[in-house]
């Protein structure tokens, strides 16, 4: 009788071992799972975006600000790429959210950043959804995109990847598309939509080459 009881007592033991690990398996997953944004083209991340800076992640603190940010990044701005008559400068706060279940954005201090994001009543706040890079992680084209101005000039012109989309509109004067057959990173990496006399159009040819060349710098 006793052998039976302890071995109807271990056996619960390891079903409720078992269920709770399922359980902290699944509040994982869900919390992994909270937080999801499809990725853009890095010109449409900038168009969307209320501020646009290079900066270098100095201290990272408490944020609890109005908006139910709980975590804020003091960062020294290099270049905004934003702004062009009333650039932002020197060290400024930049408020995320502390979860990555709730897209909040995690920058490892002294490392440069490439940071967007939006400002509301002068409070700038940032998320994973917001198109953040690492400086060293943008391409070529990325960078001179940036420093030229190609994409803050031509938030005029939409661009529209229907390379995961059943149905697509097709190009226009005012819309570049990325066809469904063809390399989407290509198009993020190596172009933009910029506009002519002619109307929106892709800046270069690059992704019109076969998809075995079109990654990399």
């Given amino acids: 009788m006793l052998k039976r009881r302890a071995y109807y007592f271990h056996s619960l033991t390891t079903m409720h071992s078992l269920y709770l690990t399922l359980g902290l398996l699944l509040v994982s997953l ?59 400068r020197g060290n400024i706060e930049i408020f995320t959210s502390g979860s990555g279940a709730t897209c ?33 992680s943008l391409t070529t084209y990325q960078s001179k995109a940036l420093r030229n101005g190609i994409y803050r000039n031509n938030c005029g012109c939409e661009i529209v990847d229907c390379t995961f989309r059943a149905e697509c509109p097709t190009a226009s004067k005012e819309r570049c598309v990325i066809p469904d057959n063809s390399d989407n990173f290509c198009y993020f990496n190596k172009d933009a939509c910029t506009r002519s006399r002619r109307g929106c159009s892709w800046d270069t040819r690059a992704c019109r080459q076969p998809i075995n060349n079109v990654y990399g710098k």
Wanted: aromatic share 10%.
């Fill in 104 to 136: 909040g954005a995690f920058f490892e201090l002294k490392q440069k950043y490439l940071i967007l994001g939006s400002t509301t009543r002068g409070v700038r706040i940032t998320s994973s959804c917001s198109g953040n890079r690492l400086v060293t």
């Fill in 30 to 88: 869900g919390g992994s799972l909270g937080c999801r944004c499809a990725p853009l083209h890095p010109q449409t991340y900038f168009c969307n975006s209320d501020f646009v800076v290079e900066a270098k992640v100095l201290a990272k603190k408490a944020g609890n600000n109005q908006f139910g940010q709980e975590v804020k990044y003091i960062v020294e701005v290099l270049k905004d790429y934003k702004n062009s008559y009333q650039p932002i």
